[in-house]
């Protein structure tokens, strides 16, 4: 068993891989096919992890951990059933009713933290109840072009808060998910701000929350509108 103390802070393995097979948000996948060994390798040691090890970590060692863990278990899921054209192919009949929280997330698919975990359960159960730190829906990416982009980098501990804020910003300023129009008073927004938005206003309101993604002043009474979401691959082509 991995003790926290040799345990990759770093994630230097995870970091390397994704340098190499995501640019521009987008992934690579048959170049993580070609190497997924090495990404095997990685995610042994993110399963070899045990929950009194892992309690040792601090806070942003917690977090960076719970979201690499999250990408780089996608990334395998997407894999194991590869090629496929969406994430919501994977599994029973996909529901148009349950897309936050459908089949693929269900999936129990591998160990951490000592038993077998779906990708809900480090979402729902260990990210959002545990932190409270709404920017981790710009950290975790779901395989999917309406998602967050993958970062060509890995969550690390010392560097996690400008991480976390530049995945946020970087997020707001795409104008294909997110947008202002100040002449209509008009924010059209990503579907993630209304799946989740209880995350988003617990310290704020919305508006208060997304003002520094945005260079125009957004006013308090700003109509909302949400953009379609895309379940499409997010695969380079």
């Not at 029973?92 to 975990?117: C, H, V």
Request: glycine share 4%; aromatic share 12%.
């Amino acid at each position: 068993m991995l003790v926290a103390e040799d345990f990759d802070q770093t994630h230097k393995t995870w970091d390397a891989l994704l340098k190499k097979h995501v640019s521009g948000g987008l992934v690579n996948y048959k170049g993580f096919q070609q190497d997924s060994q090495t990404l095997n390798g990685y995610l042994d040691t993110l399963s070899k992890v045990s929950e009194a090890d892992y309690s040792k970590f601090n806070a942003p060692g917690k977090l960076a951990f719970l979201i690499n863990a999250y990408n780089a278990f996608t990334v395998r899921l997407i894999l194991d059933h590869y090629p496929l054209k969406s994430i919501t192919d994977i599994g029973s009949p996909f529901s148009s009713l349950n897309l936050a929280r459908g089949t693929p997330w269900k999936k129990e698919f591998f160990q951490l933290l000592g038993k077998t975990r779906t990708l809900d359960w480090i979402e729902h159960e260990k990210l959002r109840k545990d932190f409270k730190e709404p920017r981790i829906h710009f950290a975790i990416v779901c395989a999917s072009i309406g998602c967050p982009s993958l970062r060509s980098e890995a969550f690390i501990e010392k560097s996690l808060e400008t991480q976390l804020q530049e995945a946020k910003v970087g997020f707001l300023q795409n104008p294909s998910k997110n947008s202002y129009d100040k002449t209509k008073n008009l924010l059209k927004l990503s579907q993630i701000f209304n799946w989740f938005q209880d995350d988003f206003t617990k310290k704020s309101t919305l508006i208060e929350f997304l003002q520094d993604g945005f260079k125009d002043k957004i006013r308090a009474d700003a109509l909302i509108e949400y953009n379609d979401y895309s379940w499409k691959l997010n695969e380079q082509k």
